[in-house]
């Protein structure tokens, strides 16, 4: 076999079912004891099962696993942390670093993982495609329909979050030829993108010409009919349209029009999988929430206070933002939003967030990474390995719905949209098209203490209900309003490992 062959195999990590190929070995040996995608595809529940089991190997690096969430979120300021794991401490330093795509990286995992996790998804789903186009019924047609939906889906969300996380990648689906492939051509995010979004409304319209329905146990891990699921498919196109965007202009530029119209068509009630003990969990909830130690919760990290400070009625927050970075330090905050402070007073837990006073960063490290806030909108014991799992919120697409309103010059009708969870979950008097009621302890403030506006306010509410559903979101709402810090990263590039594969420069 050519060399160029055996790199693009390694590239894609085709060979499934444990079967593990290195470079030094004859491919043409066949284990018959270890079953080949191309024998194990003639097999119909075989094939159903590389599709049924494909949205859980998607999940963590979509996420709701430690890479890429971690250095996303505290790059976005959304949590701070002192802590190296999974490459956050460098990456959300200040001033900002480049990112290292050597190969030896210590930190390679942060663009590895997603990046190998992501492919290998999509060649499960493109064998089992290929063999349903190749004439293999799974049983009967319902079965399988929902087989060759739910693996577009897949295929698409997959090479859509590739779209969100680098700045190239290549596609794969069902029709590429890959031991042809000499040289795979990289396409940008833009174009990752739009094949994405071909990718999952070809999903859609396998969907509507069908009927099937979607167990809670595997497949989305949440029982949906089949109009449930076309609504899911459409949210996510709604989030893939946005939240590429790489900066204010090309946010800006989105189509609006088109993202209101998936949000329209999309869910009605949370998106939230339910968690299964090693087959389908939150690990990004988990650490988020974390409490080892009594009277140290959020032992991981905490959300940041460049999240939370806008809600503050005192000039602490005014305060800690003009102060130098190295002499920063934590401070109680005083606030009417009731995410973040009860009834009882500034010491009081929110329903999202509580007051602590412990320290759990070294001081070494940076006394500005220091936050009093700790997470406990999910809990802090076993809750993200069981129960239902929050990962895409009817709050996220209304204020979607709400940003593209007020994009296009429609702010009277974002109002109510931004109302919802402002009031209801936050207990705070709603906004009018002018912004939040100009008065004491107005929620949010701007940097220099004045009232903010109705896009603060937008702005403001998306990311505290986002908070803790899911790792990346928060970074991808900072690049596209161009709030990330000056010299972040806004993608990773392709990694390292695979560019030296490739033989290309890193």
């Not at 024998?39 to 949205?55: K, L, N």
Request: charged residues 20%.
């Amino acid at each position: 076999m050519p060399a160029s062959q055996k790199r693009t195999r390694h590239l894609l990590l085709l060979p499934m079912l444990g079967i593990v190929l290195m470079s030094c070995q004859d491919l043409e040996v066949t284990n018959p004891n270890l079953p080949d995608a191309g024998r194990a595809t003639q097999q119909p529940t075989a094939t159903e099962t590389f599709v049924s089991t494909s949205f859980r190997t998607w999940w963590p690096v979509a996420g709701h696993d430690d890479y890429p969430s971690w250095v996303f979120s505290t790059m976005a300021n959304e949590i701070t942390s002192g802590f190296a794991d999974f490459g956050q401490l460098e990456m959300s330093d200040q001033p900002r670093i480049a990112w290292n795509n050597s190969p030896v990286n210590a930190r390679a995992a942060v663009a590895e993982t997603p990046w190998y996790g992501l492919y290998r998804t999509i060649s499960s789903v493109n064998d089992a495609l290929k063999a349903i186009d190749r004439g293999l019924i799974i049983v009967d047609t319902a079965r399988t329909a929902r087989t060759k939906s739910v693996g577009k889906l897949v295929q698409g969300l997959s090479h859509g979050y590739l779209g969100l996380y680098f700045d190239q990648a290549f596609v794969a689906d069902e029709k590429t030829l890959l031991d042809t492939i000499a040289d795979p051509q990289f396409q940008t995010y833009q174009q990752m993108n739009a094949v994405a979004i071909a990718q999952i409304d070809s999903a859609i319209a396998i969907a509507n010409r069908s009927n099937f329905t979607l167990p809670v146990d595997s497949w989305l891990y949440t029982a949906l009919t089949k109009d449930q699921y076309i609504r899911v498919a459409n949210s996510f196109v709604a989030r893939l349209m946005v939240y590429t965007a790489r900066s204010r202009t090309e946010r800006a530029a989105v189509n609006w029009n088109a993202v209101i119209s998936r949000i329209d068509a999309g869910i009605t009630t949370d998106f939230a999988p339910t968690a299964q003990v090693d087959v389908l969990w939150d690990d990004w909830k988990r650490l988020v929430a974390r409490l080892r130690t009594a009277g140290r919760p959020s032992d991981f990290g905490r959300p940041s206070y460049f999240l939370l400070g806008p809600a503050d009625s005192t000039n602490g927050y005014v305060n800690w933002t003009t102060t130098a970075l190295a002499s920063r330090v934590a401070f109680q905050m005083r606030t009417k939003d009731r995410r973040i402070q009860g009834a009882g007073g500034p010491a009081t837990p929110g329903t999202y967030v509580g007051y602590n006073l412990n320290n759990i960063f070294a001081a070494s490290r940076g006394t500005w990474r220091f936050s009093h806030y700790y997470y406990l909108r999910n809990g802090t014991s076993t809750t993200w390995q069981t129960g239902p799992q929050v990962a895409m919120t009817v709050a996220e697409m209304d204020l979607l719905k709400a940003e593209g309103l007020i994009r296009l010059n429609r702010a009277a009708e974002a109002v109510p949209l931004i109302n919802k969870t402002r009031v209801a979950n936050g207990q705070l008097p709603p906004v009018t098209i002018a912004g939040p009621p100009d008065e004491a302890g107005c929620v949010p403030r701007k940097l220099n203490g004045q009232c903010g506006s109705l896009w603060d306010a937008l702005r403001y509410e998306k990311s505290i209900e986002g908070l803790g559903v899911s790792g990346v979101n928060a970074f991808f709402d900072a690049r596209g309003w161009q709030t990330l810090p000056e010299n972040t990263p806004v993608h990773l590039p392709v990694p390292g490992r695979e560019l030296a594969v490739l033989r290309k420069p890193l």
